[in-house]
């Protein structure tokens, strides 16, 4: 029976999954990543600890099941979008990759943005220091040794990609991200490209995320035991994956992805651009087909930090925080943590709690964070609102969504339903897996990505959304308040 790889690049880990024909996951592999923080500001990964990683994920699936990783026909990439991974004339990187979640360029895109904002409707967003574009300005001002070496700049899978098949090629919803691409046309824009000291020779080619991007070199192939004719997917950035893995690739699917970071994702079957709302308007992983997105830094990993914090397992914080809950916590959280994207394009902000007193306990603190992170997704919504994209219902993905008691308080927060669906933690590998096949097939992208089945519906309770009005009012209050002392800090 053929079988279909899905590897996702993440931030916090790589992760990998094998599916067969019927789509059930055979064998997962999940390996911990760390990031390198060396100044304020900063973010970075070393590529070749990706490598590392994806390898010893293979070797993990060939021991959980090496008939099925022999059988498969395609690998589909999947990774966090945004990174500029700087390659020199030998396809070696000249520095450790610059991530998302990095706002040193802060001021360079706030340059690009007031010297080319027409640009902005082409590339569906305005400039942001988390784009691939103002790191290489903030490159050529910073590091200009290093910018002259550029030979070609890569998202963080396509690296993987490189490794794999020796091919320097990218795909639409990741190439989406960097600022580079004229999202209606699904090409770079030279325009965009020359604003940054750039040209196309920079540039990894171009495919969609379902076809095919190359095979895998010989001696890949016989490392793991694996097919010589083994297709590598053009892939998709995580977002689109995960919308991929939900079966999201027709206008108005929507869901929210909680990992990491946080995303409320929108298919439209049209480009839609809205840089004024801070909403991102990008290519989708399959042809034909763009989405809206607001953008948040801060996620599950809050919750993952609280917990480190507190030294207690997130599980039991969880369930102690459920059984104390009554009403909406006394205590607001921001959860800027790493910056904020939408609505605020505010590398400088981060975390608060406010209104602590002697009575605060650890499951205030956690529930506050629970609703901090949800608060962030209000504004997110109301950014998709102006941008003229209302949301009726949201999907739940990512390892955020294994919270039932978290959903719900998604639900009265953002008064809609929210769906919890059979494996949705797998998020953008089981996505990547779904590209995979397609590329190998020729199959119809809605033959394949069709949503997973619906464990729960989440209504709002409205006593609850009433009384979370006014915690979102105090929470988008507080951000005005501080955002001068950011500014300072």
């Known amino acids: 029976m053929p079988h279909y790889l899905g590897i996702d690049v993440g931030t916090s880990a790589v992760k990998a999954i094998l599916v067969d024909e019927r789509q059930t996951a ?19 990964q070393d590529p070749e600890i990706w490598w590392q990683a994806v390898q010893s994920a293979l070797d993990q699936l060939r021991t959980q099941s090496p008939s099925a990783l022999a059988n498969i026909r395609g690998i589909g990439l999947s990774g966090q979008m945004h990174g500029a991974v700087l390659l020199d004339e030998n396809d070696l990187p000249l520095r450790p990759a610059i991530l998302w979640n990095d706002g040193r360029s802060f001021r360079e895109a706030q340059e690009l943005g007031a010297k080319y904002p027409e640009l902005s409707h082409a590339t569906g967003v305005i400039p942001m220091p988390g784009f691939t574009a103002p790191k290489l300005v903030w490159l050529a001002r910073h590091e ?53 000291g750039l040209t196309r020779d920079h540039m990894p080619s171009l495919v969609e995320g379902s076809q095919a991007s190359g095979t895998l070199r010989a001696d890949i192939a016989q490392r793991w035991g694996l097919r010589s004719d083994v297709v590598v997917a053009g892939g998709a950035g995580d977002a689109a994956a995960g919308a991929v893995g939900l079966g999201a690739i027709e206008d108005g699917s929507a869901f929210i992805s ?45 919750l993952a930090w609280g917990a480190h914090l507190l030294k207690r397992d997130i599980d039991e914080l969880l369930r102690e925080t459920e059984g104390a809950y009554r009403k ?4 607001l959280f921001l959860p800027y943590l790493a910056g904020e994207r939408t609505p605020h394009n505010d590398p400088y902000a981060r975390g608060v709690f406010f ?7 650890q499951t205030d603190l956690v529930q506050a964070i629970l609703e901090g992170v949800a608060f962030s997704f209000a504004d997110a919504k109301r950014c998709l609102e102006q941008a003229g994209t209302p949301l009726t219902y949201a999907g739940m993905i990512g390892g955020g969504s294994r919270s039932v008691f978290w959903a719900r308080i998604f639900a009265s927060v ?22 995979a096949r397609l590329a190998a097939t ?26 979370y ?3 979102i009012e105090a929470f988008r209050s507080l951000y005005r308040a501080l955002k001068p002392e950011f500014m300072r800090s």
Request: proline letters at 9%.
């Open 26 to 44: 055979v064998a997962e592999a999940d390996v911990p990543l760390q990031v390198s923080r060396p100044h304020d500001l900063w973010s970075e």
């Open 144 to 196: 200009p040794e290093i910018f002259r070496a550029v030979r070609k700049v890569m998202l963080p899978k396509d690296y993987i990609r490189l490794k794999l098949t020796g091919e320097i090629v990218t795909e639409m919803s990741d190439a989406a991200g960097t600022w580079w691409l004229d999202e209606a046309k699904r090409d770079w824009s030279d325009e965009a490209l020359a604003a940054t």
């Open 258 to 302: 909680l990992g990491t970071s946080g995303q409320l994702f929108v298919t439209t079957q049209d480009f839609s651009p809205a840089p004024e709302a801070v909403v991102h308007s990008f290519c989708h992983a399959v042809p034909g087909r763009w989405f809206q997105m607001a953008a948040m830094l801060n996620g599950a990993s809050c």
């Open 328 to 331: 909406p916590s006394s205590v």
């Open 355 to 361: 209104g602590l007193s002697p009575r605060t306990q």
């Open 414 to 435: 953002l008064n809609v339903p929210m769906l919890r669906y059979q494996g949705s933690d797998k998020g953008p590998a089981f996505g990547a897996a779904r590209l």
């Open 442 to 467: 020729g199959e119809a992208p809605e033959a394949v990505c069709t949503a997973p089945s619906i464990i729960e519906t989440i209504e709002p309770q409205p006593q609850l959304v009433e009384l």
């Open 469 to 471: 009005g006014p915690r």
